[in-house]
């Protein structure tokens, strides 16, 4: 090995994202001010370039396949990674959707008038520069771009290398949509290298430049961000999500909700993970959802009382109640209520989304008061952990943390706000 | 040096810091169910403590300001230190006032329903444990005390080394209220070391336990918080603060404001540091002003336009721009009109608090629009970057940070918000 070679490699990456930063930060101000038709002119336009530049974006795609099955890749990878015309498509109309969208910046979030005449208005203002670092999926390079844009954000990109070709391609339609609507093509940046000192000098070496960092990926992508940003991060961990099934559940709403909640899809962060079900509706309610699970072939890992239902499922060790599988597997047990279902979630959830299935109010309003999820759901499937079935229209993500943004993270979660303030002469006394 | 007892001392330390934040973590999720008056009895009830106790403050103010002055500690420290009936009295008021404000714990700050009958409503909730790091000023003690009470978190505070008698004595009343209103006393604890060590857990250490650090002090204080911390950071950085007197300003209205926004107090972190002035109205309005601003014995640092006023003018250099004086000194420069005021507030200022003085509304509205500041106000003084000016209640600091919280931080800004969603069975297609 060559030092002196890597150590010239090393300051070529830093110049280099030193200077993405540095345009990033100048086009931030810019956008910070551009108006809502503008953005989203960019964004139609953009939607345009990834239609008529399908079949590039497909050849790039294939070239990335190809490396990835070369390199033995999993199964759930390539999927993730794959492109088709249905997915470009899907690209595509997500970037008009969220050009539909309502635009935050210079909504009024507030306003009121003091006694001495102060008008103060609390005015929603984009982030600024947004990092992003994202794992397989090469939609997220059009999603994330065109949520930060409509936000008013500048935005730093940094898709995983086995996904560099895809990226690049629909990146270069994010650029032809800017262009043609007239604003400066560093809106959108994409790090244009695999290396990874890349992600280590956006997470703590360009404090200067960039206001938050967006993670999306694996635990380990997510771990390694939180550990080593010296700058905000809107983190999004793991999804252990719950349904309890209370003593006053209508049984067939119970079953539906669960059976939804862990099937519908096992892939996503709001996939039911453990069912916990009330010792007093165990002799009633018990067996019938979990068959239903088994039959549907879902594997049944269970404590004590839910082994007895049924020969099929299966012993739940600890681990099991930390476990987020995003497969087909759940784990069971019997707890005593509602305080039972609250602490159980306290203990092992990761504060992402719990549903409880009851017909007793004071129980449901116990629950969603006292679980401290970022999302808590009553009669309802953990599925709709979406900023789209919540109305918000694209999303980046669900937020776990407490800070700043929590649950589904959309355009108004990626903007700040300040106080403007109309007087007519105050000096203030004393 | 015995290095053996030094690292059982460090382990001390860590062993005393973790058990502070285990207790603060349990307690947190009681406060965070606590309802309104039981945390406003205790706030209450802690404000009287601190009058039948007054004595036994003053006597721990006593001997902390004689080491204080033992150790040769500025006059401008002393003052921040010193505690006297009137301090003590302000102390105990700001706590009844903190009990007489809304309660934002529980509030719900938006509700809509989807058209699948999901009703989802954003709850305000706390954001769990805030660590406190301030320095001299003992009444910090009970203000932030009592701004997280309200806000439903737990606090570990840790108040700067020459206040420490002082500090526990107003603790001691704090945990007094408590008590007395059936509160856990672990809800707001104060560190009882003065090892800088402790700073450190918090900051590093004790990820698993505070969800927020606000620093509150010096630009020495705030720079290492945010360089070690990491845990989210509310952080309150310097006010470089600007009026710009426009061509459009009435001069009477003007000569108020620059007067008041750099004499009322010159501490203050929404004190004006520097005063810029349309080159429109140089002949008619900058003379005035100046004078006005030497008369009253501030020194005036300006460019050659602003020096050619008034032979008392100093020559400002490059420095002077940037610099917060906190002091009666203030800078002042000639501009091209807003867009000047705009362009020099970008490059110099600190993003906290400016001021335009005009008559003219469009001219007003770019100036809100294009600062990028916390706090943008057109014809009225700086001063009132103030939560209470604001009519927010006690504040904890203003924020010139961009993510969760900016501008003045009350109680408010110290929660977070979940979803809570009703449901009548709602799953999830496709």
């Given at each position: 090995?060559?030092t002196m070679?890597e150590s010239?490699?090393a300051?070529e990456?830093?110049?280099?994202?030193?200077?993405?930063g540095?345009k990033?930060?100048?086009?931030?101000?810019?956008?910070?001010?551009t108006?809502?038709?503008?953005k989203n002119?960019a964004?139609?336009?953009?939607?345009?370039?990834?239609r008529?530049?399908?079949?590039?974006?497909l050849?790039?795609n294939?070239?990335?396949?190809?490396?990835?099955?070369?390199?033995?890749?999993s199964?759930?990878l390539l999927?993730?990674?794959?492109l088709n015309?249905?997915r470009?498509?899907?690209?595509?109309g997500?970037?008009?959707e969220?050009?539909?969208?309502?635009d935050?910046?210079?909504?009024v979030?507030?306003q009121w008038?003091?006694?001495?005449?102060?008008e103060?208005?609390?005015?929603r203002v984009?982030l600024?520069?947004?990092?992003?670092?994202?794992?397989?999926?090469?939609?997220v390079?059009?999603?994330?771009?065109?949520?930060?844009?409509k936000?008013g954000?500048?935005?730093?990109?940094?898709?995983?290398?086995?996904?560099?070709?895809?990226?690049?391609?629909?990146?270069?339609?994010?650029?032809?949509g800017?262009?043609?609507?007239?604003?400066?093509?560093?809106?959108?940046q994409?790090?244009?290298t695999?290396?990874r000192?890349?992600?280590g000098?956006m997470?703590?070496?360009?404090?200067?430049f960039i206001?938050?960092?967006?993670?999306?990926?694996?635990?380990?992508?997510v771990?390694r961000?939180?550990?080593?940003?010296?700058?905000?991060?809107?983190?999004h961990l793991?999804?252990?999500?719950?349904?309890?099934?209370?003593?006053g559940?209508?049984l067939n709403?119970a079953?539906a909700i669960?059976l939804?909640a862990?099937?519908?899809?096992?892939g996503?962060?709001?996939a039911a993970?453990?069912l916990?079900?009330?010792k007093a509706?165990?002799?009633?309610h018990l067996?019938?959802?979990v068959?239903?699970?088994?039959?549907?072939g879902?594997?049944?890992?269970g404590?004590?009382?839910v082994?007895a239902?049924?020969a099929?499922?299966k012993a739940?060790?600890e681990?099991?109640?930390y476990?987020?599988?995003l497969?087909?597997?759940?784990?069971?047990?019997?707890?005593?209520?509602v305080?039972?279902a609250?602490?159980?979630?306290?203990?092992?959830?990761?504060?992402?989304?719990?549903?409880?299935?009851?017909?007793?109010?004071a129980?449901?309003?116990?629950?969603?008061?006292?679980?401290d999820?970022?999302?808590?759901?009553?009669?309802?499937s953990t599925?709709f952990?979406?900023?789209?079935?919540?109305g918000m229209?694209?999303?980046?993500?669900i937020?776990?943390?407490?800070f700043?943004?929590?649950?589904?993270v959309?355009?108004?979660?990626?903007t700040s706000y300040?106080?403007?303030v109309?007087?007519?002469?105050?000096v203030?006394?004393?």
């Open positions: 090995m060559n070679k010239a490699g300051s990456i830093g110049a280099l994202m030193m200077a993405m540095g990033a930060l100048g086009v931030s101000q810019v956008l910070a001010l108006g809502t038709p503008q002119a964004l139609r336009a953009a939607a345009a370039a990834i008529n530049r399908r079949a590039e974006i050849a790039a294939a070239r990335d396949l190809r490396d990835a099955r070369e390199r033995r890749l199964a759930a999927d993730r990674l794959e015309a249905g470009i498509e899907a690209m595509a997500g970037l008009e969220v050009a539909a969208l309502p935050p910046v210079g909504t979030a507030a008038t003091r006694p001495n005449g102060l103060i208005s609390r005015v984009p600024g520069v947004i990092g992003i670092i994202y794992e397989s999926r090469p939609n390079t059009a999603d994330a771009g065109a949520l930060c844009l936000s954000n500048a935005v730093i990109l940094r898709g995983g290398s086995e996904a560099e070709r895809s990226n690049r391609a629909i990146h270069a339609c994010l650029v032809d800017l262009v043609a609507a007239g604003l400066p093509p560093e809106a959108i994409l790090v244009p695999k290396d000192q890349a992600v000098y997470l703590s070496g360009m404090t200067d206001d938050v960092i967006v993670p999306r990926g694996g635990k380990s992508l771990a961000v939180q550990q080593e940003a010296r700058v905000p991060v809107i983190g793991e999804g252990n999500c719950h349904v309890y099934v209370d003593g559940a209508d709403m079953r669960v939804n862990k099937l519908r899809r096992t996503v962060c709001g993970e453990t916990l079900v009330d509706c165990v002799a009633t067996g019938p959802i068959r239903e699970l088994l039959d549907a879902c594997e049944v890992r404590d004590a009382a082994q239902v049924d099929r499922v739940a060790t681990d099991d109640w476990t987020e599988y497969d087909s597997v759940i784990a069971a047990r019997v707890v005593d209520g305080e039972g609250v602490a159980h979630i306290a203990k092992y959830g990761s504060a992402h989304t719990e549903s409880i299935v009851t017909e007793d109010k129980v449901a309003e116990r629950f969603l008061s006292e679980v999820s970022a999302i808590v759901l009553w009669n309802a599925q952990a979406d900023g789209g079935e919540f229209g694209a999303e980046i993500g937020s776990t943390d407490r700043h943004a929590r649950g589904p959309g355009v108004e979660q990626l300040k106080y403007a109309r007087g007519n002469g105050q203030r006394a004393g």
